[in-house]
Each structure stands twice: as structure tokens, then as C-alpha cells.
């Protein structure tokens, strides 16, 4: 090695013979690891930018004197993104905007109270348990077009529901009994994901702590709050953090169950969907980045501020600084769940 | 821990760099294939050999046996079946996919009638000098429509549709109405005959098909086709804010609030409105001929066979104009062997082969001859009333961005019979999307 790198190197905490020891590594880490980063760069990466690409290009807009389309895609720079937010399209926008935004905070707020009572449920040992976890998860287990399928049948003219409300509510026509009953197909479809994630989370709690608290005679309410709502928290996080982010993207419950171009259910997906369908792909694109960047700064923000643990990166960045003996241990306990709930949500909601 | 970033951010680096070269490519690629484009479609129909027909999923079972009797005369030029989706808007997708990326994957394609427009303004498929089809006169004129753009033959009708007024003539009979009504006017005093019988109980007047979709383009085009207006006039030029219009309009808006159209029909499709029909909750029905054979059954599903019968559509001061279905075949301008490809879709035109296929699967045909045959009226005692239908039938608009108008008149014609929005600004509304959409 040369002189002057060390010495420029010494106030660093590393020893010299680390580093060259890290160079070795780096480079064969880096030869083995390049397929993996490869085929990532191609699924992930690549359509990210392609994605990028078209959103600043349109085609096909105009008729020449034959009334043909004049062919060949033209760059029009941030234009497909200006139109997003005036005019006719500013309103539909912000229209679905606003549905997307009321379906995440209100659906995930049902589910996360549902969720978290069925997980109670399913955790307490009493007869049949088995059965009702079963039948709890049932829903989870149905592919979203075919229970959107099903609520349509439910909620037809002629449905049972309104067989069993006795009165005629026109569930798919504009207004908020369409909102509503997509709040509820998607409750009944999703609060079980939750469930399932918190009975995981609820399990990794030891049963002394509970029967300490039993000693120091706190009541059932005063358990649930004290030990097990903040032991199950990561768990739960992580869980609603993978919610918020389908929800946001939630396109064929209202596409099936109240059908296209309603405005009181029309969602940002359902945008992306309708421009692409007319072959605009420039547009299209536009609302599909303008969707990505809305999910990612939720994401954002909701790891930020509530500081869910979704890869581990607590136990790997801070090994012992702060926390506690108890904080560390449940933090540990959420990578497998957040492995558990990433390889659920891959199936599709 | 530390020297584990650095080199995941040197790796991160090297992938980087690999996905730049990959968009790289990506660009180049994409601009050759935009520059190069269009040229292709107006080219002769020439080169022979076997070719493949993209079609919507075939229910019946029967289009294999026409493309065998294709295929065992003609063995060096063999057809072969490219089934896709069944739902309208997935073929669509995949036809205009195909278009885009200039495959030769499909020759013949099985076009929906409102397709023809954007197909051939984006040059996706080929125009067909009117000699190269040599029955074309004997084709039902309205069809013919259909595959034209800007008065140039675009693809050759195979079958059609139109829409006709099912009628209870049971209820009728006993109210002592001889003929079904012609005139809008005439069905309501009709329906007001019939209501005071008991049987009546719990039944509205008439249904067609009001749910936000394609099917209430259909009827908001009757009714203001059958009320003497248009949605776009002879030289393509949005016309939607008229007196006419706003007639044809308002009989729909008033059906609602005055309880001749049920309130639930609003959620109506097809199946709905048939179902209704059969449940006997409706004495009017406004569908498409399959519903004839459905409703007929006597299995039980419905509770009207045997008990109605068909006519063509009423309207304001006579006969309603329908609105034309049906589908035309149209070759890929991206396609080899065009000379095969325009004599299949003659065999699939021609008298022959349109008579065996109404035999096996009941789908209108374009020849007008076929609906005088005495042997088709027996099987199909619609046959008469339909053709009444679909020769006085008008297209809907031909635009090239149909996806967007249809869109635009479903939202308006959906508002207005909602309540939400007063007919004519409804339609004036209309007319500046419609302008909006159309001029260039």
C-alpha cells in the first residue's frame, strides 16, 4: 500500500489491517452479489425509470389531413405532470386523491381495531380455537376480484343485503353508500391480515410477564395497555404499515364492485388504469409516478414517525445504545413478522 | 458493520450503472420503433400462407368447425385460432398491445363495431378496396357503416345486433291492447291499461340498460336517435345540445321520476334487466335477441316463457332507431399473407358460412336475405322484428378516441337520469366535452 493513504486514513478508528482486509471482501461480495443486484436492477429498477421515461412523453394526440394519427412519440418535458393538477383532469384528480386518502385512513382504521380484537380472540385457548382461526382467515384466503365479486351479489338491487335492511339502497350508484360499502368488503376481506399478524406478535410474549402483572394485581385492562399493546407494537406496525401501502394503491374492489368511472369511488390506480386504457401511456405513467411518490412519502413518514421496524434495521444500527433489555427483545421479534407479512402481501390484495 | 455498507454501496454502484446501459437500450429501442412507424398499412393485399384469426372467446363451440371447413379447402393457407379474453375490453388491449409493438402474432381481427375508428386513424389495420369483397352490397347498409372510417372499407361485417322491445302479451291481451305499442307515448298508455289489473301488482312499465358502462351509451343513443337528434352529425361534428336530443333525454329522465323505469334499473346491465323481465317485475323490456331464447326457457328460470313477444324499438313519433352491435373482421396492417387473409374473411362473409353460424349459435347476420329464410324465421321468430331493428339502426359515434366520448356521454346521460343534473345542461355539458374530444 501506499504511504499517504494511511496517514490520511489514522484518524479514522480502523486499523490499517482491516481496511485491506475490507477491499478483499468488497470485491468478491461484490462478484457474487451482481446476478442478485442484476436481475434486481432489471424487475425493480429498470421499469421504475422506464416508468419515468414515458411520463415526460406523449403520443398519438393529433389527426393529419387524412384523419390519421400522427405517428412517432413527442417529449414534452413535465406537461403530462401540469395536467394532472388543472383544469377537468385537476378536479378528477383530486377527486381520487381524496378517495384514496379516506379509503386508507378509514379502512385501515376498522381494520387495525378489528384486527386486533380477532387476533385477541384467536390467542386465548378455549374449545375450537383451531376452527375459528380457520374461519377468521377464510376471507384473507379469497382472491380480492372474487370477494369484490361476491359483495356485488351481496349488494345488487335485489341482494341480500337489502333483502335484510328491508329497504332498497342502491349500493353502486354514485354517493356514499358506494363508499360505504367498499369500506366494508375491504374490512371484511383485510382486517384478518392484521389478525393474523398481531396472534403472530401476541405468541412471542412470554407468559411471565403476564403472570408478574397478575401479582403486582393489575387489572385486564391495565394488562392490555401496559404490556400487551406496547409488546405487540412492532408486530402491529408493520402489519398497518402493509395495509396503508395496498390500500393506497386499492384499485379492483371499487373497479368490480362499483365499476369504473364512479366519482365517488374512483381511485388513483383506477386513473393510471383509464388513461392507459385509451393509449395514453404518457399520462398514464404521470398519475402511476405521481401514486408511487404519494405512497413512498407515506411509507416515509409513517417509519419515521412511528418508527416500525420493517427490515430490522433498529438491532442492526443500535446494538444496546439506549434501549432497554425489554425494547431490544421486542424489536428483534419484528423481522421475521415483517419476512411473514412481505411474503403475504406478495400474493396480491 | 462499516466496511459491510461501503461495499454495498460500491455494488449498489455497478448495478446502477448496469440498469443506465439497460435504459439506455431502452430508448433507442423505443424511438426506432416510433420513427419508423405507419408506413406498412397502406401496402396491397398480397403474400398467401397460413395466417391467424384473434377473436374473442368463443362460446358456442362452433367457430372451430367454420375455420375447419376453411382449413380442409384451403391446406396450404390454414387458419388458426388466437382465442382471447371474453370480456370486450381485454381483447381491445391486447389487439392495440399487439398493434403497438407492429407484431405479426394476428391477421384477421374480430373487431367490435365502435373500434373501427381508432384502428384506422392509428393505421393498426389495413384499408380493403371495396372490390376485393365482392358481396358487400348484399350486406345490410347500417353493418357496411360500421367498417368505414372517413368513407374508406376498414373490415367486412360478419354478424350484428340491434336492439328490440320485449312485451308481455299476455298482460297486453288482457287489457285488451291487439298490437305493441310504436310510440313512447303509446307504451305508457299501455302500461296504464295494463296497471290496473291485479296481475300488474308490483310491476313497472319498462327497462333497458341504465348502469354506468358501455350499455348506457347504447340507450342514451336510442333515445335521442329515436327522438330525431345525433350525438354527432353527418360530418362528425358533435351535435348533442338540441331540442331533439333534449327530447330523447327527458322521456328517460321522466321514466325515472315518475316510476315507469324502475329506480333499481339504474343498477341495470344485460343479465340484470333480464332478469328482471323474467321475474316478471317489468312489462316492457329494451335488450339484445339473445334474451329470446333465455327467456323462453321452460326449466323454471323464467316465470314469461311462452308469455311475450318481440318488436322493434318504439320512439317519439314512431319507430325507435336502435343502436347497431355486432362485429367485423379487419386485417393487422402488421400482418403477412393479407391475399389469404381478405379471401378468409370472404368465407366467413358469405351466405353459406353466416347461415350455418345463426343456426348454431343465434348471432344476427349481415346478409339481409337471411332474415326473409323461411326456415331461420321458424327457428327464430325474432328474425323479422330484428331486422325491422337493425335496418333502420344507427352506429354510435364514429370517433377515433371512442374510449373517451363513451366515457364522456355515460357520465352525463348517468347524471341526468340520476337527478343530480338537469337535462339540458346535461347535454350542453356534453357537447363542450364532446367538442373537446373530436376537433383535433
Redo the contacts between chains.
Keep these: 500500500m501506499t504511504v499517504s493513504a494511511p496517514v490520511a486514513e489514522r484518524p479514522v478508528r480502523k486499523p490499517k489491517r482491516q481496511q485491506r482486509f475490507d477491499e478483499g471482501t468488497g470485491r468478491l461480495a461484490a462478484i457474487l452479489l451482481s446476478p442478485t443486484l442484476l436481475v434486481l436492477a432489471v424487475v425493480v429498477l429498470f421499469p421504475i425509470i422506464a416508468a419515468l421515461r414515458e411520463s415526460l412523453f406523449q403520443s398519438g394526440q393529433h389527426l393529419d389531413a387524412n384523419g390519421f394519427v400522427v405517428q412517432g412519440s413527442q417529449f414534452v418535458g413535465l406537461r403530462n405532470y401540469t395536467d394532472i393538477f388543472k383544469g377537468d383532469t385537476g378536479h378528477r384528480f383530486w377527486n381520487a386523491f381524496y378517495n384514496t386518502t379516506f379509503f386508507t385512513v378509514v379502512c385501515v382504521v376498522l381494520e387495525t381495531v378489528l384486527g386486533v380484537a380477532m387476533a385477541l380472540v384467536m390467542a386465548k385457548a378455549f374449545k375450537g380455537r383451531g376452527i375459528v382461526r380457520a374461519s377468521i382467515l377464510v376471507p384473507w384466503a379469497i382472491p380480492t376480484v372474487i370477494s369484490a365479486l361476491l359483495w356485488k351479489w351481496v349488494f345488487q338491487a335485489d341482494g341480500i343485503f337489502n333483502a335484510i335492511i328491508g329497504t332498497q339502497v342502491l349500493w353502486s350508484t354514485e354517493g356514499w353508500q358506494s363508499k360505504l360499502s367498499i369500506v366494508i368488503a375491504d374490512t371484511w376481506k383485510t382486517a384478518p391480515f392484521i389478525g393474523l399478524l398481531v396472534l403472530a406478535g401476541l405468541q412471542t410474549i412470554p407468559a411471565e410477564v403476564y403472570e408478574a402483572a397478575k401479582v403486582d394485581g393489575a387489572n385486564a385492562w391495565q394488562t392490555f395497555l401496559r404490556i400487551t399493546m406496547p409488546l405487540v407494537k412492532p408486530a402491529l406496525l408493520v402489519a398497518v404499515l402493509f395495509r396503508i401501502l395496498d390500500t393506497l394503491r386499492i384499485f379492483d374492489l371499487p373497479f368490480v364492485l362499483v365499476g369504473a368511472h364512479k366519482d365517488s369511488v374512483e381511485t388513483l390506480s383506477m386513473l393510471a388504469f383509464d388513461e392507459a386504457a385509451n393509449v395514453r401511456y404518457g399520462p398514464a405513467a404521470a398519475y402511476a409516478t405521481v401514486l408511487f411518490v404519494y405512497v413512498a412519502v407515506v411509507a416515509y413518514l409513517f417509519v419515521k414517525i412511528l418508527g416500525a421496524d420493517v427490515i430490522g434495521e433498529a438491532r442492526a444500527k443500535k446494538p444496546g445504545g439506549g434501549a432497554k433489555g425489554k425494547r431490544r427483545r421486542d424489536r428483534e421479534a419484528a423481522p421475521s413478522i415483517g419476512a411473514a407479512a412481505a411474503s403475504n402481501t406478495g400474493m396480491g390484495v | ?3 459491510e455498507r ?2 454495498a454501496r ?3 454502484f ?3 450503472a ?2 443506465l446501459v ?2 439506455a437500450a ?2 433507442g429501442s ?1 424511438d426506432n420503433g ?2 419508423s ?2 408506413s406498412s398499412s397502406t401496402g396491397a393485399l398480397d403474400g398467401r400462407g397460413p395466417i391467424t384469426f384473434a377473436t374473442g372467446k368463443d362460446t358456442s363451440g362452433f367457430l372451430p368447425k367454420q375455420l375447419a371447413a376453411w382449413n380442409a379447402a384451403h391446406p396450404n393457407e390454414k387458419v388458426e385460432l388466437k382465442e382471447l379474453p371474453e370480456d370486450a ?1 381485454a381483447q381491445r ?1 391486447q389487439m ?1 398491445q399487439n398493434a403497438q409493438a407492429k407484431s405479426d402474432a394476428f391477421t384477421v381481427l374480430n373487431m367490435d363495431v365502435v373500434w373501427t375508428s ?1 384502428f ?4 393498426w389495420i389495413t384499408q380493403i378496396p371495396e372490390d376485393k369483397v365482392p358481396d358487400l352490397g348484399k350486406l345490410i347498409p347500417a353493418t357496411v357503416e360500421t367498417a368505414k ?2 368513407d374508406k372499407l376498414y373490415g367486412v361485417p360478419i354478424t350484428s345486433d340491434g336492439g328490440l322491445l320485449y312485451y308481455r302479451t299476455d298482460l297486453l291481451t288482457k287489457a285488451g291492447i291487439a298490437a305493441p305499442p310504436k310510440t313512447w307515448d303509446e307504451m305508457l298508455a299501455d302500461c296504464q291499461k295494463v296497471a290496473t289489473l291485479p296481475e300488474a301488482k308490483g310491476m313497472s312499465c319498462y327497462s333497458g340498460q341504465f ?3 358501455e350499455g348506457l351509451t347504447v340507450n342514451f343513443s336510442e333515445a335521442i336517435n329515436s327522438a330525431g337528434g345525433d350525438i354527432v352529425d353527418k360530418d362528425g361534428k358533435p351535435n348533442v345540445n338540441t331540442p331533439e336530443a333534449k327530447a330523447g333525454l327527458e322521456e328517460l329522465v321522466n321514466g325515472f321520476k315518475t316510476g315507469a323505469i324502475p ?2 334499473a ?3 346491465k344485460e343479465e ?1 334487466s333480464r332478469r328482471a323481465f323474467q321475474d316478471g317485475k317489468l312489462l316492457f323490456l329494451r335488450n339484445w335477441p339473445y334474451v329470446y331464447s333465455l327467456a323462453n326457457k321452460t326449466d323454471g328460470s323464467s316465470k314469461v316463457a311462452g308469455k311475450f313477444a318481440v318488436a322493434p324499438l318504439p320512439g317519439k313519433t314512431g319507430p325507435g332507431v336502435s343502436s347497431l352491435g355486432g362485429h367485423d373482421y379487419a386485417i393487422n396492417s402488421f400482418a403477412k399473407n393479407k391475399a389469404t387473409a381478405i379471401d378468409f374473411i370472404n368465407f366467413m362473409a358469405s351466405e353459406a358460412r353466416q347461415k350455418a353460424n345463426i343456426e348454431a349459435t343465434s348471432q344476427a347476420p349481415t346478409w339481409a336475405s337471411l332474415y326473409d329464410d323461411p326456415t331461420l324465421q321458424k327457428q327464430f321468430p325474432y328474425l323479422a322484428p330484428l331486422k325491422a331493428s337493425i335496418l333502420g339502426a344507427k352506429p354510435r359515434p364514429k370517433v ?2 371512442y ?2 366520448v363513451t ?1 364522456a356521454i ?2 352525463a346521460a ?1 347524471d341526468a337520469l ?1 337527478g ?1 343534473v338537469a337535462p339540458d345542461k346535461a347535454l350542453s355539458d356534453l357537447q363542450t366535452k364532446l367538442q373537446s374530444l373530436i376537433t ?1
Design positions: 458493520m462499516r466496511f461501503s461495499h460500491g455494488t449498489a455497478v448495478a446502477v448496469g440498469s439497460l435504459l431502452a430508448c423505443g416510433s420513427s412507424g405507419g375490453d388491449q392495440v381508432e384506422a386513424a392509428n393505421q372510417y372517413r348502469e354506468k358502462y329506480k333499481a339504474i343498477t341495470y340484470e377515433v378516441k374510449g373517451d366515457a355515460q357520465a348517468y340520476n343530480t383535433n
